[in-house]
């Protein structure tokens, strides 16, 4: 079946950098918008970031706009999240999703086709 394993995650201080990366497998990749979303302690899961098929259009989140960059490999079948001044209120755990029908600009609707399984991100304060 279709899997997306993200990798990257771990423990920061606050201003630095981490990249998240996102393998899929036995998917069309091309066909899919690929998408980061996260989940907080406590909190509901919220959009991230969401790159198009070709990989020219970007859409983020304000929380992290200017702050970090979504980047796909059709080649690779991977897509990868640049982290960088993390805060905090960055910590999460980060998912990948791939969506068949959507935008860059309407993953935010987070009803993705399929989504891997997280890795953390603390950012220690």
Not at 107 to 121: E, H, K
């Amino acid at each position: 079946q279709v899997q997306l394993v993200e990798s990257g995650g771990g423990l920061v201080q606050a201003g630095g950098s981490l990249r998240l990366s996102c393998a899929a497998s036995r998917l069309t990749f091309n066909m899919y918008v690929m998408g980061w979303f996260r989940r907080a302690p406590g909190k509901e899961r919220e959009f991230v970031a969401a790159i198009n098929r070709p990989g020219i259009i970007t859409h983020y989140s304000d929380s992290v706009k200017g702050r970090f960059t979504i980047s796909r490999d059709n080649a690779k079948n991977t897509v990868d999240l640049q982290m960088n001044s993390l805060k905090p209120d960055d910590t999460a755990i980060y998912y990948c999703a791939a969506d068949s029908t959507a935008t860059a600009a309407t993953m935010n609707r987070g009803d993705a086709n399929y989504w891997g399984q997280g890795t953390q991100v603390t950012v220690s304060s």
